[in-house]
Structures are given as structure tokens and as C-alpha cells.
């Protein structure tokens, strides 16, 4: 949906609303917070670890909003999918490669979004969460595991009261001890 329609200049609110809310939340995803020794590892894969965590929040959340809200997750996955698949091409990867390497990454992403966000819906404690990340994190992370279930908790405890239309306008706080510079 949304690499096409902006090809072809179609982009409709709802694809606006996803690109403003992905750009947001890849931008708080880039916090030098979240990287570096005994964090996560600045790398691709780990940066995709940390917007993982932050569309899962968000994506817990949408799905409370009813039709509306699931549209606007659907509308956001396919913007994070496109930005994936945009990466790989500009690696020089061709199509076939491209679709052999994004398959395994959808699907390790819906694993985790599913792993965090049933936590996060069912109201689980930030043990539960800190169970869930170290089974998806790489080892290097593991002893930053504790702050980052706390930041994920908080995040979520922050986006949850808020409206269809703040999230899509991306009216996001972000807890303090990873603010983006």
C-alpha cells in the first residue's frame, strides 16, 4: 500500500497517518539510548530489534480502537515493510533475494510483536516482559533487558490512554531515559 500508492501519488490520509507515525517512532527506535556495550548492538538487526518493540506497543494499542485501529496497524506494518524492503534493494539485493531475506524477517517480527504485546494486553508483569525479551534479544543485550522491559511498559502505559487521532497524528511521549536528541 504504501510504496505504491506513493509511486503512483495515491497516498490517502490513512498512509500519511502510518508514514508520520512510522517516521516517530523510527526515529525514537535511533535513541543512542538504546545502543551500545551490554545494550543492544547498533546494528541492523538490532535496530530493527528496538522499533520492534516500539510498533508492538502501538500496535497493542490500535487493535483496542476497533476497524479504524486495525486499519491504521495494517497501514503501519506495510510502511515498516516497504522501509524494509527499500533497505534491502538499496544493499543491491535483487527481487528474488529481496523476498528471500524480508519472509524470514516478517516473520520473526510477528513473533515478537505477538510475544510483547500479549504481555503487554493481558496486563503482565514487567518479569513476564523481561522473559519474553530475552528470548528474541541477542546475548549481548541480556543484562539490558530489565531497562528495556521497564521502557517498554512505560511507553505503553503512555500511548494507551491516547485517542485514534493522537496516535495517528503521532502525538507520542516517550519515557525520559531514552528521549531522542
Given at each position: 500500500?504504501?510504496?505504491?500508492?506513493?509511486?503512483?501519488?495515491k497516498?490517502?490520509?490513512?498512509?500519511?497517518?502510518?508514514?508520520?507515525?512510522y517516521?516517530?517512532?523510527?526515529?525514537?527506535?535511533?535513541?543512542?539510548?538504546?545502543?551500545?556495550?551490554?545494550?543492544?548492538?547498533?546494528?541492523?538487526?538490532?535496530?530493527?530489534?528496538?522499533?520492534?518493540?516500539?510498533?508492538?506497543?502501538?500496535?497493542?494499542?490500535?487493535?483496542?480502537?476497533?476497524?479504524?485501529?486495525?486499519?491504521?496497524g495494517?497501514?503501519?506494518?506495510?510502511?515498516?515493510?516497504?522501509?524494509?524492503?527499500?533497505?534491502?534493494?538499496?544493499?543491491?539485493?535483487?527481487?528474488?533475494?529481496?523476498?528471500?531475506?524480508?519472509?524470514?524477517?516478517i516473520?520473526?517480527?510477528?513473533?515478537?510483536?505477538?510475544?510483547?504485546?500479549?504481555?503487554?494486553?493481558?496486563?503482565?508483569?514487567?518479569s513476564?516482559?523481561?522473559?519474553?525479551?530475552?528470548?528474541?534479544?541477542?546475548?549481548?543485550?541480556?543484562?539490558?533487558?530489565?531497562?528495556?522491559?521497564?521502557?517498554?511498559?512505560?511507553?505503553?502505559?503512555?500511548?494507551?490512554?491516547?485517542?485514534?487521532?493522537?496516535?495517528?497524528?503521532?502525538?507520542?511521549?516517550?519515557?525520559?531515559?531514552?528521549?531522542?536528541?
Amino acid at each position: 500500500m504504501g510504496f505504491l500508492s506513493s509511486l503512483f501519488g495515491k497516498e490517502d490520509a490513512l498512509t500519511r497517518d502510518a508514514r508520520r507515525l512510522y517516521s516517530k517512532l523510527m526515529a525514537q527506535s535511533r535513541s543512542p539510548w538504546f545502543y551500545g556495550p551490554e545494550r543492544v548492538a547498533d546494528s541492523y538487526d538490532g535496530r530493527i530489534d528496538v522499533l520492534t518493540l516500539h510498533i508492538s506497543a502501538i500496535l497493542t494499542v490500535l487493535n483496542t480502537h476497533g476497524a479504524n485501529g486495525e486499519k491504521l496497524g495494517q497501514a503501519l506494518f506495510d510502511e515498516m515493510k516497504d522501509d524494509f524492503e527499500i533497505a534491502l534493494r538499496e544493499e543491491g539485493l535483487s527481487d528474488a533475494s529481496v523476498k528471500k531475506r524480508i519472509t524470514p524477517m516478517i516473520s520473526l517480527f510477528y513473533d515478537r510483536v505477538r510475544g510483547y504485546s500479549e504481555v503487554l494486553h493481558t496486563g503482565g508483569s514487567q518479569s513476564d516482559l523481561e522473559t519474553v525479551l530475552r528470548e528474541s534479544l541477542d546475548p549481548q543485550s541480556q543484562g539490558f533487558v530489565p531497562d528495556l522491559a521497564g521502557y517498554l511498559m512505560t511507553f505503553y502505559a503512555l500511548v494507551k490512554p491516547l485517542s485514534l487521532g493522537e496516535i495517528a497524528l503521532a502525538e507520542l511521549s516517550f519515557p525520559a531515559a531514552a528521549e531522542s536528541s
